[in-house]
């Protein structure tokens, strides 16, 4: 039998292949060549189907005679260049079909393959996790991280459009950024340096020179919590405003969000039924919820908080079942927040600040920022801080430092929203956590 594996790739060019989208009955007659993975292969014995996939779809091909039996001994996901003429096609799913007459194997997969990439058989997170790029073979998975990929782009355009300056900031540093431990500390050369938790003091630092500015990127902490919202290395969407309050902030993200969604729901709408995502924003506002409400509301379901303790998880729960979508909440305890986060003049004991919620699920904490710089060195030492760890930090805060804003939006997080995912994992291509560093 004669075998199908080729020579080289180069033999035949891929170049001029068509995608299986682009094939319609206007090429009927015509001999074109396609590329793809295997995805299913209907024996018939004098006739045998195969469907194709591609990244834009499937093809089907029709195939009789030796080709049909050269084709038994290749394993689904294998990777074939077809080269055959359109024709009408009496399958449902398809507009037309291509009666193959020439097949060269590209790729051989071997089999079994360690998950089933159409999904029909299930496997586990972990074994996904574990074959992540064959993963990507499943329609709906792809589907997610084509999404991921759409929506960054919405997130540019849309602070572009705002005057927001893109920057990219070390993730290398010396010292903390948020305070707390959840560092992940290393050697560097012979000195101690860290990964950064967030870009927040260089964000800070360059509205002094930039006004606006945003940077996406990937930030590490080493929380050491098994949560199906938690990574140690997450994408956060930063941004950081001279001249403006943290309301001003709060309407840019509700904008942000709310056009982001409503976007997709527009031009994705195909990909948003595929996630069963039913979330469709016609309000133009998101609520804003004082964090002393928010205890009122949950004293009223029998969760009794006091004043300046956190909002615990099982607290989080109620209050989504209350406010099940967007939600924000404003005014948080001063004690609670960081120390660059400024107080409310008169009530010192608040904050200017504020996370957005999905109902349980925190997506984005932000505020207006202490920005004088001997107030600021008093805030770093009220929260057991060493104002010397920051002295590059404090002393920018003595060149014009403009009054600022700014938040940071787990991207994840949103994505995990968008597209309707229970465990942050599903949105991440190789998620990092306490338990997993492959692949
Ligand atoms: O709430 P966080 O810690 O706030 C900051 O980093 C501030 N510097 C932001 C600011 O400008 N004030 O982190 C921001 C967001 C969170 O709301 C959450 O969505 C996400 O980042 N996030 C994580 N996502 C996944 N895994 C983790 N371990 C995360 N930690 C934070
Ligand atoms: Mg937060």
């Excluded at 009794?304 to 967007?326: M, R, T, V």
């Amino acid at each position: 039998m004669k075998s199908l594996e080729s020579e080289s790739i180069q033999n035949e060019n891929t170049m001029s292949r068509i995608f299986a989208s682009s094939i319609s009955k206007d090429h009927i007659g015509q001999n074109l060549t396609l590329i793809g993975w295997i995805e299913d292969f209907r024996d018939m014995g004098k006739i045998g189907f195969i469907s194709v996939r591609d990244m834009t779809g499937n093809f089907q091909g029709v195939l009789t005679g030796e080709l049909l039996s050269t084709l038994r001994d290749v394993p689904r996901q294998s990777v074939i260049l077809v080269k055959g003429t359109i024709q009408e096609t009496k399958a449902e799913n398809f507009q037309v079909e291509v009666k193959v007459e020439k097949i060269e194997l590209l790729s051989k997969a071997t089999n079994p393959l360690p998950i089933d990439p159409t999904g029909r058989v299930k496997s586990s997170m972990d074994k996904r996790l574990d074959s992540r790029a064959l993963d990507l073979r499943n329609y709906k998975i792809s589907n997610i991280f084509k999404t991921r990929s759409y929506v960054l782009n919405l997130i540019r355009k849309f602070l572009y459009s705002r005057m927001f300056v893109e920057v990219n900031t070390p993730k290398i540093i010396g010292s903390a950024t948020e305070g707390g431990a959840d560092l992940f500390g290393f050697e560097y050369f012979s000195k101690k340096a860290y990964l950064a938790q967030s870009p927040q003091l260089y964000k800070e630092q360059l509205t002094l020179g930039l006004e606006r500015v945003f940077e996406i990127s990937s930030y590490f902490r080493a929380e050491p919590s098994h949560t199906v919202r938690h990574l140690s290395e997450f994408v956060s969407v930063d941004l950081e405003a001279a001249f403006l309050d943290y309301g001003d902030i709060m309407d840019i993200v509700q904008e942000l969000v709310i056009s982001t969604i409503n976007d997709l729901f527009v031009h994705r709408n195909k990909e948003m039924t595929l996630f069963e995502n039913k979330q469709e924003i016609l309000i133009d506002k998101i609520p804003r919820i004082t964090y002393q409400k928010c205890l009122e509301d949950l004293k009223s379901l029998g969760e009794k908080i006091e004043f300046g303790e956190d909002l615990s998880d099982p607290a989080l729960k109620k209050l989504g079942e209350i406010y099940p979508s967007f939600y924000f909440i404003t005014d948080w305890p001063t004690k609670l927040k960081p120390f660059y986060i400024l107080e409310h003049e008169k009530k010192p004991e608040l904050s200017r600040s504020f996370d957005l919620q999905y109902g349980y699920l925190e997506i984005v904490s932000g505020g207006t920022r202490e920005h004088h710089s001997e107030r600021l060195r008093n805030k770093l030492l009220e929260k057991g801080l060493d104002p010397k760890s920051f002295s590059d930090h404090l002393q920018t805060f003595e060149w014009g430092m403009p009054p600022h804003s700014g938040c940071g939006l787990g991207f994840d997080r949103l994505m995990m929203m968008i597209t309707n995912s229970t465990n942050i994992r599903e949105v991440v291509l190789y998620p990092r956590d306490t338990e997993r560093l492959s692949p």
